[in-house]
């Protein structure tokens, strides 16, 4: 069995690392760049598609309100950026905003934002490749026939690669995520020089088309609430900023400055990108619409349900490149790769958010553990699984599934800096300092207003989404706080309960005497070597045990032990109903009811075999009695294997495999080896 499963993990993930490695997969920025900061670029493909879907139901006069909406994007950006570079300063240690709340506005708070960062994270993966697929669907027909099935098989294939490694699949991710980022820059550049300089006329594919409004003439409160719903929409270019301040361990020394250095860059890009693809949107005339099929009017006539709407990035590359351009097919590629690529932010952070948790026993330490990469696996393969249940039940609906998001960051977002002002009134009451208390005080000063800023925000977003789906996310976020709290709280019970006492105790004390059983089916050589090794324990009584199921088989066993001359007394248990673990579990409960203070050692003869499929016809009744005696107070189970011919076979041929070399590593070398000589390269 361990030969079948190894093979395929290797070919799939590569050979194991030792843990002494663990500092040749650290990240410089140019890679930490797109391995924690691709979800807020590649946001930048839909967030301004977004805000013109909010604003099209007032028509294509509410178009106008594009760029201030942009404009207060990105203020809360910046602010966003600037806030959290002081959180990895003062918090390295990679607990992100869950350490910052924990520590300084205590544990529920902290529970709170891990609750909100985990559901964002599993939406992270969700909407970019459901929004992926959508882009890859316009060129490719069968993408968008069977998009469920390919979104699911996008996120095994990036699962795959992060089991790999971060340092791996940060390499295999840099490359489409800079040609995005230089595509998107080439676009901007070309579109204001062919606009401002050669005053050339620029169109999108929509610009000839007109949009119906579903409310015409909103003015008032209902205008500021579509332009406040248009704005919060706009705000999922900021999903992803915060995976910075939770990864800062996956940085390269000095760990703070590079992260805080990836942090200004990745904003500084972000709303670039975002500004230019708004202004060029505005500049081509892009039309979108949230029901494209009804509202999108040609020639009077709506387009109808045949008609496929295409992002604003596409729209505008276009118009600018040209349909049939090099520079636009690039451009179209790497967007949609870049899209898969993004959900690579929750991957990096999910998993070391889960470690933590894990270590503070609020999930199960399986999640603290790293793989045979270093990588957390268990936490990578369970957000994979939840993200790929997501797109089954919303159908990889990018439109659907984006209502959902970003709740969850802007209640992390609001606690952390709120968190981060009680941490910067903490130490300014006991710096003297002045140089120092100079910049607590102007980092105070960003976190409150970072605080402030999100807050309000967070409060659109929950008024202008409720019914569109946020409730759906603050719902993931409850059952995550209480499954969270109820797994600290068990483990805590635990704790309490198997806590060494400090003076004497009932686990202090020896047992009156021992009773050893050992249970007999019929006599070979698993049996007899079971018997020797209990004659061994030199318990104060030993008898052997067997259940009357088949009569002519008890007598012939009754009538073996006797012709053997065995000088262990043999007891048979009636069974009228052919039932083997009831009376064996009824005789060792009366053994205890008898004597209490007595320990009761049940001794099980079982076979070792060396092929899986064997298991299935061994061992079974021995499995349910083990099963059955666990519960059982006062009980000890000992297990007696007898290796049968098959597990030597299984252990010559692990053997075997062992001492195998593969080709080439006798030329590289042992791995103790290269690693020393690597770190002797590298002084």
Known sequence: MSKLTDVPKRILIGRALRSDRLGETLLPKRIALPVFASDPLSSVA??????????????????????????????????????????????????????????????????????ALLVDYVLTVAVSISSGIENLGSAIPFVVEHKVACAIGVIVLLTLMNLRGVRESGSLFAIPTYIFVAGVFTMIAWGAFRGLVLDDTMRAPTADYAIKPEHQGLAGFALVFLLLRAFSSGCAALTGVEAISNGVPAFRKPKSKNAATTLAAMGLLAVTMFCGIIALAAATDVRMAENPARDLVHNGVPLGPDYVQHPVIA???????????????????????????????????????????????????????????????????????????????????????????????????????????????????TEKDQAKRRHMIRSRAINAFGAFFTGLVLVVVLVTKFTHGAWVALLGMVIFYATMTAIRKHYDRVAAEIAAPEGPSDDLVRPSRVHSVVLISKIHRPALRALAYAKLMRSDTLEALSVNVDPAETKALREEWERRGIDVPLKILDSPYREITRPIIEYVKSLRKESPRDAVSVIIPEYVVGHWYEHLLHNQSAL?????????????????????????????????????????SVRRGPAQVRSKESTERKS
């Open 46 to 115: 839909y967030a301004p598609g977004e805000v013109l879907l909010v604003l099209s139901i007032a028509g294509v006069t509410a178009y106008h309100f594009s760029p201030w909406i942009a404009v207060a994007v990105v203020v809360l950006m910046f602010t966003v950026v600037a806030s959290y570079r002081q959180n990895v300063h003062a918090y390295p240690s990679g607990g992100g905003d869950y350490e910052v709340a924990t520590t300084n506005l205590g544990p529920k708070a902290g529970l709170t934002v891990a609750s």
């Open 315 to 429: 729209q505008v590359a276009e118009a600018v490149f040209g349909a049939d351009s090099i520079l636009f097919i690039v451009l179209a590629a790497a967007t949609a790769l870049v899209l898969f690529l993004a959900a690579n932010t929750a991957y990096n952070g999910f998993p070391l958010l889960g470690s933590i948790l894990a270590q503070d026993r609020y999930l199960p330490r399986q999640l603290h553990t790293r793989g045979d990469r270093l990588a957390f696996s268990n936490g990578i393969v369970l957000l994979a699984g939840a993200a790929a249940l997501l797109v089954g039940i919303y159908g990889a609906d990018s439109t659907r599934l984006i209502q959902l998001y970003i709740v969850g960051v802007f209640v992390s977002f609001t606690l952390s800096q709120t968190g981060m002002v009680r941490h910067w009134n903490r130490h300014l009451a």
């Open 624 to 664: 349910r009695l083990k099963g059955r005696l666990l519960f059982t107070p006062g009980i000890m189970v000992t297990s007696v294997p007898y290796q049968l011919q098959s597990s030597e076979a299984a252990k010559r041929r692990a053997r075997r495999q062992q001492d195998w070399n593969a080709p080439g």
